[in-house]
């Protein structure tokens, strides 16, 4: 019996030995220094800066690329890259900026910077279609790229940060990438954190932090616990139900900033019904912007006027709307729809929809059951059908009407990507199957416009002509939510387009 | 000896064939293509001919039985492909986050253990009692509580209310005490009614009486007899538990940002990273395929009688 007992205890002792030695506790190596704890929602198991989907490396100030979108202005200035230009939006000459050290110690020069995106290309399929290089040379500090066609919006997508510039000598990428950034990587723990040192010579002036550490919880409930604890000391989306909890806590600042994101109504053009404008117009006229933006949203959402956000230089100004109950029937009247026992119907044909939506953006479905009840009071039958991925569905399957669909509209700060991918005939996500030889003729001439002002002109009037058409309707720019503690933390700026978040200027009181 | 070798080897590959070949079957027939995360579609401009031409690349045109076979053709090299999106190897992938899925499951057994020994134990020597009301209670208080919600009310109490134990993370044994409570508690329920009604079960035999009658103490009569005599089942259903321990603690993973397998492997299935799916089957079918051939094993040792009715049957193996 004592030998049994004595068998259990030893396996047990072994396991706790095991788990006790797995890592050291974070909280004895944070002791006295200045740190902070960044609370982020998407977990990554690598630090590779060319593939990772989380972009962890160039969130936690690891990793640089050669173009940085300016979240005031929303344009791109320069980063590791000090100029660039292109005669003809083919073959673009680059110049770096000098000084800049990997945190290896090793100069950032045009033969690094070759190697890296040889490599991301090489690595990444999808940087290898964003990027369309064909060939690129370095001399020195300059490089040379030419890419396959004419490109003008190239060095806007020099901004993605799966582009990050890394040693690529250093050939631990998934634990350690060494890049340009202010923070170094001392320890990662997959899909639990990254701990982070200052790297001293920073080109841009070393960071105020000592360290840093960025952890990763996709919970929003435990990340709003965590904050409450002082487990983390900045939080990325915490629960919107735990802001009133916030508010009791001394020093918590709650920020709320609009995205470069747009929930959508996306219609599909190959039914018959919506290939009428004016049942197109009262789709539009429906949607309660504001009412869905305050109650679904809690108020943290911008309401859409068109895809890319007021401040973008192509955004235009769009002309008042009639929207609301009336507004809809008097579009479908035009559309020679009536009413006829509560019933919307056209040659005794009753208008319904199927309505697609999906959870892994828990609004789209509230969003979908409001545009429910206020169609249905309009005599209009909307069937809502839950999928799960959109992207899939709508691409394999056309028996649908209607989706609530969330799309990325400018991240890197031009309009090219979603015109291309929504609207042309080729593109990836035109689900509504857009297929206009004026609108085509538009996007194809904005393909090959170079100039950011040039371009932003034609991406206005591309944009107007949509909002014309009401091939979409746009419902709203979610915020994103970040919560911190403000006793502590300093210089913190919630960045728009989400890729900027340890800097060299973050600092602690 | 050498023929008992060669039918459990002849065994084993038998399992492996018809368990890759079903769960690559079942994988791809799921509807989902990888190709459209692999381009990241959402936030890079790609075209639909760019998507042909990946999906082609890929392979994911030819037939299902050609795809299998190269996959296969790959696995006997002991080569288990790379992620999709990460590049990472599976094996890599797959091992990394098994010890964390490892350590929790075992904390959450340890957990359940020593909740479920002293009160199915009480609960069935004191039948009838307040005791055995507790524990009543507590197994339905177990079973009814959903287990991400009673982890969130802990971290709220011992990390934001006492600030004796970390949120999240997977930083020693600290932090494995949150998350292995929540699965220890979520599954005690079930072991606590087992082990009551078993050693009831037991208790009522006759060799109890004789042992009683030979005047061997309670305790002795209880831990060495009657104990051991109801372990079988309740052995059976730990068996299951571990298996499903160890492939389903996704929810407990996730609030507690515990870097486990079953995370991983829900993110591979939202982007349909077929070879990781894959890896992650195969070993957890060996993990679950060991773990079933050690609780039959553990019956032979446990209960006698099943030692004798072999030997009746004339089985030495």
Same mark, same amino acid.
């Given at each position: 019996?004592?030998?049994?007992?004595?068998?259990?205890?030893?396996?047990?002792?072994?396991?706790?030995?095991?788990?006790?030695?797995?890592?050291?506790?974070?909280?004895?190596?944070?002791?006295?220094?200045?740190?902070?704890?960044?609370?982020?929602?998407?977990?990554?198991?690598?630090?590779?800066?060319?593939?990772?989907?989380?972009?962890?490396?160039?969130?936690?100030?690891?990793?640089?690329?050669?173009?940085?979108?300016?979240?005031?202005?929303?344009?791109?200035?320069?980063?590791?890259?000090?100029?660039?230009?292109?005669?003809?939006?083919?073959?673009?000459?680059?110049?770096?900026?000098?000084?800049?050290?990997?945190?290896?110690?090793?100069?950032?020069?045009?033969? =690094?910077? !070759?190697?890296?995106?040889? +490599?991301?290309?090489?690595?990444?399929? #999808?940087?290898?279609?964003? /990027?369309?290089? *064909? &060939?690129?040379?370095?001399?020195?500090?300059?490089?040379?790229?030419?890419?396959?066609?004419?490109?003008?919006?190239?060095?806007?997508?020099?901004?993605?940060?799966?582009?990050?510039?890394?040693?690529?000598?250093?050939?631990?990428?998934?634990?350690?990438?060494?890049?340009?950034?202010?923070?170094?990587?001392?320890?990662?723990?997959?899909?639990?954190?990254?701990?982070?040192?200052?790297?001293?010579?920073?080109?841009?002036? =070393?960071? !105020?932090?000592?360290?840093? +550490?960025?952890?990763?919880?996709?919970? #929003?409930?435990?990340?709003? /616990?965590?904050? *409450? &604890?002082?487990?983390?000391?900045?939080?990325?989306?915490?629960?919107?139900?735990?802001?009133?909890?916030?508010?009791?806590?001394?020093?918590?600042?709650?920020?709320?900033?609009?995205?470069?994101?747009?929930?959508?109504?996306?219609?599909?053009?190959?039914?018959?019904?919506?290939?009428?404008?004016?049942?197109?117009?009262?789709?539009?006229?429906?949607?309660?912007?504001?009412?869905?933006?305050?109650?679904?949203?809690?108020?943290?959402?911008?309401?859409?006027?068109?895809?890319?956000?007021?401040?973008?230089?192509?955004?235009?100004?769009?002309?008042?709307? *009639?929207?609301?109950?009336?507004?809809?029937?008097?579009?479908?009247?035009?559309?020679?729809?009536?009413?006829?026992?509560?019933?919307?119907?056209?040659?005794?044909?009753?208008?319904?929809?199927?309505?697609?939506?999906?959870?892994?953006?828990?609004?789209?479905?509230?969003?979908?059951?409001?545009?429910?009840?206020?169609?249905?009071?309009?005599?209009?039958?909307?069937?809502?059908?839950?999928?799960?991925?959109?992207?899939?569905?709508?691409?394999?399957?056309?028996?649908?009407?209607?989706?609530?669909?969330?799309?990325?509209?400018?991240?890197?700060?031009?309009?090219?990507?979603?015109?291309?991918?929504?609207?042309?005939?080729?593109?990836?996500?035109?689900?509504?199957?857009?297929?206009?030889?004026?609108?085509?003729?538009?996007?194809?001439?904005?393909?090959?416009?170079?100039?950011?002002?040039?371009?932003?002109?034609?991406?206005?009037?591309?944009?107007?002509?949509?909002?014309?058409?009401?091939?979409?309707?746009?419902?709203?720019?979610?915020?994103?939510?970040?919560?911190?503690?403000?006793?502590?933390?300093?210089?913190?700026?919630?960045?728009?387009?989400?890729?900027?978040?340890?800097?060299?200027?973050?600092?602690?009181? | 000896?050498?023929?008992?070798?060669?039918?459990?080897?002849?065994?084993?590959?038998?399992?492996?064939?018809?368990?890759?070949?079903?769960?690559?079957?079942?994988?791809?027939?799921?509807?989902?293509?990888?190709?459209?995360?692999?381009?990241?579609?959402?936030?890079?401009?790609?075209?639909?001919?760019?998507?042909?031409?990946?999906?082609?690349?890929?392979?994911?045109?030819?037939?299902?039985?050609?795809?299998?076979?190269?996959?296969?053709?790959?696995?006997?090299?002991?080569?288990?492909?790379?992620?999709?999106?990460?590049?990472?190897?599976?094996?890599?992938?797959?091992?990394?986050?098994?010890?964390?899925?490892?350590?929790?499951?075992?904390?959450?057994?340890?957990?359940?253990?020593?909740?479920?020994?002293?009160?199915?134990?009480?609960?069935?020597?004191?039948?009838?009692?307040?005791?055995?009301?507790?524990?009543?209670?507590?197994?339905?208080?177990?079973?009814?509580?959903?287990?991400?919600?009673?982890?969130?009310?802990?971290?709220?109490?011992?990390?934001?209310?006492?600030?004796?134990?970390?949120?999240?993370?997977?930083?020693?044994?600290?932090?494995?005490?949150?998350?292995?409570?929540?699965?220890?508690?979520?599954?005690?329920?079930?072991?606590?009614?087992?082990?009551?009604?078993?050693?009831?079960?037991?208790?009522?035999?006759?060799?109890?009486?004789?042992?009683?009658?030979?005047?061997?103490?309670?305790?002795?009569?209880?831990?060495?007899?009657?104990?051991?005599?109801?372990?079988?089942?309740?052995?059976?259903?730990?068996?299951?538990?571990?298996?499903?321990?160890?492939?389903?603690?996704?929810?407990?993973?996730?609030?507690?940002?515990?870097?486990?397998?079953?995370?991983?492997?829900?993110?591979?299935?939202?982007?349909?990273?077929?070879?990781?799916?894959?890896?992650?089957?195969?070993?957890?079918?060996?993990?679950?395929?060991?773990?079933?051939?050690?609780?039959?094993?553990?019956?032979?040792?446990?209960?006698?009688?099943?030692?004798?009715?072999?030997?009746?049957?004339?089985?030495?193996?």
């Amino acid at each position: 019996m004592f030998r049994k007992c004595r068998s259990i205890f030893i396996v047990c002792l072994a396991f706790l030995l095991l788990t006790a030695c797995s890592t050291e506790s974070a909280k004895d190596q944070v002791g006295g220094k200045k740190e902070v704890n960044l609370l982020f929602n998407f977990a990554t198991s690598s630090l590779d800066p060319n593939v990772d989907t989380s972009y962890v490396s160039l969130r936690a100030g690891i990793t640089e690329t050669l173009v940085h979108l300016n979240d005031e202005d929303l344009t791109i200035e320069p980063w590791l890259a000090k100029s660039w230009d292109s005669k003809d939006g083919q073959l673009w000459n680059f110049e770096l900026r000098e000084g800049v050290t990997f945190q290896n110690g090793k100069p950032m020069d045009g033969k =690094a910077v !070759k190697a890296s995106l040889e +490599r991301a290309m090489n690595d990444s399929p #999808a940087i290898k279609n964003a /990027l369309r290089i *064909e &060939s690129i040379e370095a001399d020195g500090n300059a490089l040379t790229i030419k890419t396959e066609v004419p490109f003008p919006e190239f060095p806007s997508e020099l901004v993605h940060p799966n582009t990050s510039i890394i040693d690529v000598k250093e050939s631990d990428y998934i634990n350690k990438p060494i890049g340009t950034g202010p923070f170094a990587v001392s320890k990662f723990i997959p899909g639990t954190a990254v701990d982070l040192i200052r790297y001293e010579s920073y080109w841009d002036g =070393a960071a !105020k932090l000592e360290s840093a +550490r960025f952890s990763f919880n996709e919970d #929003a409930n435990a990340r709003s /616990l965590a904050l *409450e &604890s002082g487990d983390a000391d900045i939080v990325f989306r915490p629960e919107v139900e735990s802001l009133e909890n916030f508010k009791a806590i001394d020093g918590v600042k709650v920020e709320s900033t609009s995205t470069f994101r747009v929930h959508q109504m996306t219609m599909n053009l190959e039914r018959k019904a919506l290939q009428d404008i004016h049942v197109r117009k009262a789709i539009d006229a429906l949607i309660d912007r504001s009412s869905i933006a305050d109650t679904i949203l809690h108020g943290h959402a911008e309401v859409a006027t068109g895809p890319f956000p007021s401040t973008f230089s192509f955004a235009p100004d769009y002309p008042k709307k *009639e929207n609301g109950m009336e507004a809809a029937k008097g579009f479908l009247d035009q559309a020679g729809y009536k009413k006829v026992d509560g019933v919307m119907q056209k040659d005794g044909k009753p208008l319904t929809f199927t309505l697609l939506t999906y959870s892994s953006r828990a609004d789209l479905p509230l969003i979908a059951q409001v545009f429910q009840s206020d169609a249905g009071q309009l005599g209009i039958d909307v069937k809502i059908k839950q999928i799960e991925i959109p992207e899939e569905y709508m691409a394999a399957n056309r028996d649908w009407d209607l989706t609530t669909y969330s799309n990325l509209t400018a991240p890197r700060g031009d309009a090219g990507y979603y015109l291309n991918a929504t609207y042309h005939p080729k593109g990836a996500l035109n689900f509504s199957g857009a297929d206009d030889d004026y609108l085509t003729s538009l996007i194809d001439e904005l393909n090959v416009t170079v100039g950011q002002e040039k371009r932003s002109d034609l991406a206005e009037e591309i944009a107007m002509y949509v909002d014309e058409q009401v091939y979409n309707s746009f419902i709203l720019h979610p915020n994103t939510l970040v919560a911190y503690d403000a006793d502590k933390v300093e210089n913190w700026i919630t960045s728009r387009s989400e890729y900027y978040m340890l800097t060299n200027e973050l600092d602690v009181k | 000896m050498f023929r008992i070798l060669v039918r459990r080897f002849i065994e084993v590959v038998i399992f492996v064939l018809v368990i890759t070949f079903i769960s690559f079957l079942f994988v791809r027939l799921a509807p989902g293509d990888p190709v459209l995360s692999i381009l990241q579609v959402d936030d890079v401009s790609v075209t639909n001919e760019q998507v042909n031409e990946l999906r082609e690349e890929l392979g994911f045109n030819d037939p299902l039985l050609v795809q299998y076979c190269d996959w296969f053709a790959d696995f006997i090299q002991l080569d288990f492909g790379h992620s999709y999106l990460t590049n990472q190897p599976v094996m890599e992938m797959v091992m990394s986050g098994l010890p964390a899925t490892l350590e929790l499951a075992v904390g959450a057994l340890l957990v359940m253990l020593g909740i479920a020994i002293p009160l199915g134990s009480l609960a069935a020597l004191y039948r009838g009692s307040w005791i055995d009301q507790v524990s009543r209670a507590v197994s339905l208080l177990g079973a009814a509580i959903p287990s991400f919600w009673l982890g969130l009310l802990l971290i709220d109490l011992f990390a934001v209310r006492w600030g004796a134990l970390p949120t999240m993370g997977r930083d020693g044994f600290r932090s494995l005490i949150l998350p292995s409570v929540t699965l220890g508690l979520a599954i005690t329920s079930v072991y606590v009614r087992l082990l009551r009604s078993s050693l009831i079960d037991s208790l009522s035999h006759d060799f109890i009486r004789a042992a009683r009658s030979r005047g061997i103490s309670e305790i002795r009569i209880f831990f060495a007899h009657a104990f051991r005599y109801s372990l079988p089942p309740v052995i059976t259903v730990f068996g299951v538990s571990l298996g499903s321990l160890i492939g389903g603690v996704v929810v407990i993973e996730v609030i507690f940002a515990y870097p486990g397998i079953g995370k991983m492997v829900v993110d591979s299935i939202r982007s349909r990273d077929y070879p990781v799916i894959q890896g992650y089957l195969l070993v957890m079918a060996i993990i679950v395929f060991m773990v079933n051939s050690a609780v039959d094993l553990s019956y032979r040792y446990l209960n006698p009688e099943l030692r004798l009715k072999e030997r009746n049957h004339g089985k030495w193996s």
